[in-house]
């Protein structure tokens, strides 16, 4: 009985040993953390760039390269730089190239303070996100979701975030102390809101992403099932549409209105997509011929029975495992223009033409954008993205990341004109 009392008080220290060593690691840690901000904050105040190792600066390279590669300009370029100079000083694990999205993000719209003036900002890595959004962005309080504008994942691929660029515009447009109510239906806030639906929009919770209270919104105001906002959500519509008056907001609002007054509780999110695909195909069809498409007296039933009729034999034909986008290709000649629709054939396009397609799949998945591939007589010659959202043209690459021939970008500017997309 004795040796055991032994051995359990013996494992009772040992533990207690641990637990004070982690302890004293802990506080080790939190010393030499609270002394590299407080080394940051005064240099900051002497005007002094502090000491750092050189992987910073390595990244600050790779951040160029990508900019290079997805045409950003000098003057987008410099305020790249300051706000990457910035992020170093203040959130120096986010300074790397994988954040490239969030920079230009940072960097595109008009800053009411400069990166330089940003203060250190205390607590987790969102906190600080959001202080240096907020020290650039508002001259006044703004609502916290607007915040969350900013949270695009990490991925470093050389390209404009076009599709999430319309919120943070609405975030420096609120912080600067502009009314949102004059911006709606304009290019920066395409939504046909009325008064009603901007207030609820503004009124939405801190944790909500802005696309998640525009949409709810609508929903709520056009009288529809809150469960049809959360569908709308995992669509096509989990993206803003763009200003087209025929193919972007306006027209989505009008499709939204129709679905508020039907019954959805038999419609999961892939068939309420199925059934977009197929209004906006119609649309797309209805545009080029003059006229638009009528849903008022189809029922969602017939409309669906129509879509998953198309989706069908669209699969059959070219079996495809990405979300359809709904734009039609080209076939002009010997030019064509085809949609790459599964993952198999986006790797094939990646290493064929040596770019980075390839890791463009989560962003196709997610609806955000589309890749088509340029081809003459079967040939490829240049891949094209499209970001669904803004819908517009956001990049074209021949082999290498080269830049397209003369006789290639007029077939895609003949292409974009034709399916309703704006180009650079």
């Not at 027209?251 to 419609?267: K, N, P």
């Not at 959202?389 to 290639?408: D, F, H, S, Y």
């Amino acid at each position: 009985m004795r040796k055991n009392r032994r051995k359990l008080h013996r494992e009772l220290r040992l533990k207690a040993e641990a637990r004070a060593r982690i302890r004293a690691l802990d506080r080790a840690r939190e010393r030499t953390r609270a002394a590299r901000t407080r080394e940051l904050a005064e240099a900051a105040l002497r005007g002094r760039r502090p000491v750092s190792d050189e992987r910073p600066c390595v990244q600050l390279a790779s951040v160029r390269t990508l900019c290079s590669l997805a045409g950003v300009r000098a003057p987008m370029l410099r305020r790249v730089e300051r706000v990457f100079a910035a992020v170093k000083r203040v959130a120096p694990g986010e300074a790397v190239a994988d954040n490239l999205p969030w920079l230009l993000l940072l960097a595109r719209p008009e800053w009411v303070r400069t990166p330089e003036t940003a203060p250190v900002a205390a607590g987790s890595v969102k906190k600080r996100r959001d202080a240096l959004a907020s020290h650039l962005f508002a001259k006044w309080p703004v609502p916290a979701f607007l915040l969350r504008s900013l949270d695009v994942p990490r991925i470093a691929v050389a390209r404009v975030p076009e599709e999430d660029a319309w919120a943070v515009e609405v975030l420096a447009l609120v912080g600067r102390g502009d009314s949102l109510r004059k911006e709606v239906g304009t290019t920066h806030f395409p939504t046909p809101l009325t008064r009603k639906m901007v207030h609820r929009f503004l009124a939405s919770t801190a944790e909500t992403a802005p696309i998640t209270a525009l949409r709810r919104a609508q929903v709520w105001a056009l009288g529809g099932e809150p469960r049809l906002a959360s569908l709308l959500l995992r669509t096509r519509l989990g993206e803003l549409r763009g200003p087209d008056l025929d193919l972007g907001e306006a027209f989505w609002q009008r499709v939204i209105g129709w679905l508020a007054g039907q019954s959805c509780a038999h419609l999961d999110a892939n068939a309420l997509d199925a059934v977009l695909g197929w209004v906006e195909a119609a649309q797309r069809n209805a545009v080029a011929e003059g006229t638009e498409v009528q849903l008022t007296g189809r029922t969602l039933d017939r409309v669906r029975a129509l879509a998953d009729e198309a989706r069908i034999l669209g699969r059959r034909r070219a079996g495809e495992a990405f979300p359809v986008s709904g734009i039609p290709g080209l076939e002009d000649g010997g030019w064509a223009i085809r949609e790459i629709g599964t993952p198999g054939a986006l790797v094939d396009e990646g290493l064929a033409m040596q770019h980075c397609a390839a890791s463009y799949r989560h962003l196709i998945e997610r609806r955000k954008v589309a890749l088509f591939s340029l081809t003459w007589e079967g040939q490829r010659r240049v891949t094209v993205e499209v970001s669904l959202g803004a819908g517009r043209v956001v990049q074209t690459k021949r082999l290498a990341n080269a830049a397209p021939l003369a006789e290639e970008a007029a077939v895609i500017q003949r292409w974009a004109r034709a399916v309703r997309l704006r180009t650079r």
